[in-house]
């Protein structure tokens, strides 16, 4: 890894996408770049014609007047962005984290991403924005979007840090997971770290033969992998394990490309990222 490149906003999360990226950083030896970005509309301010219908002299004065304002709200913007930033800045440097990079950008968030992510070897995001204690249960509209765009590993916070020590791999055979295996075989950042294969279906022999040889690359890297194939729907499989206290973090891939993929895997990823209570690790 090169550099890890965390999303902050000014929700709930912001604490937590913090305490992950420390803890990122001293697994995996990264640099941190934080980042803030602010939305096209609050930099435009209000765009509606309030003046209504005075006289035009008035008219000219009042579109002056909300000129202006709109002029000291996108200012004000800027500044609570650098604010959030200098403290996420803070938060890391009290974790021991030296190397750390801040940027405020001006406009649509994946697209920004998409710029950026091409020198960063994972995007860290938390799990909901700015509205987060409005939208207990749902998804935000960003991770989303980031999930199905990035083509960097996508690591989403929970709503609050806490010692990782069991991981889970949401094993499908799947591309995205290849992938994930490669990733924790040539990566420190699960280095030590209790790892559990769980594929969810039909034993057959080609599931258990994938299964066999993931697990068998992850331990010739050095990790000490547990395997298991049961019966059931994925979602429910994997959320009873999460609500059972038995992992800390789960992997698993992203959205797929094709239709009918996005079908099957896109619902599975989307119901894990909303009811998950612990990080999602997500590969595409």
Not at 115 to 140: I, N, P, Q, Y
Request: proline fraction near 2%; hydrophobic fraction near 45%; charge should be negative.
């Amino acid at each position: 890894m090169r550099k890890l490149t965390a999303l902050v906003d000014g929700s709930t999360y912001a604490h937590s996408v913090c305490d992950h990226a420390a803890w990122i950083a001293q697994r995996a030896d990264v640099s941190v770049e934080l980042l803030h970005v602010l939305g096209r509309r609050e930099m435009s301010g209000s765009t509606s014609d309030l003046s209504g219908n005075i006289k035009l002299g008035a008219r000219s004065a009042l579109l002056a007047e909300l000129s202006a304002l709109d002029e000291q709200r996108a200012k004000l913007a800027q500044k609570r962005g650098w604010a959030i930033l200098e403290d996420a800045k803070a938060i890391l440097e009290k974790a021991g984290i030296e190397d750390i990079s801040t940027r405020l950008r001006i406009g649509d968030l994946v697209e920004t991403v998409a710029e950026s992510e091409a020198d960063a070897s994972m995007l860290l995001v938390g799990k909901r924005g700015e509205a987060a204690d409005f939208a207990k249960g749902h998804l935000g509209s960003n991770v989303e979007r980031l999930a199905r765009a990035s083509h960097r590993p996508l690591f989403v916070a929970s709503r609050a840090f806490r010692p990782i020590e069991r991981v889970m791999v949401a094993h499908d055979g799947g591309d995205s997971i290849a992938k994930a295996i490669d990733h924790m075989a040539t990566n420190s950042l699960l280095d030590g770290l209790n790892i559990h294969l769980l594929s969810v279906g039909v034993e057959t022999k080609s599931a258990s033969e994938r299964l066999e040889r993931d697990a068998a690359r992850l331990a010739e890297a050095g990790h000490h992998p547990t395997t298991e194939i049961v019966s059931g729907q994925p979602e429910t499989v994997f959320a009873d394990r999460v609500e059972g206290g038995q992992v800390d973090l789960l992997v698993m891939g992203a959205y797929g490309h094709s239709r009918i993929r996005n079908l099957v895997i896109g619902s599975t990823t989307t119901t894990m990222l909303q009811s998950c209570k612990v990080p999602v690790l997500l590969f595409r």
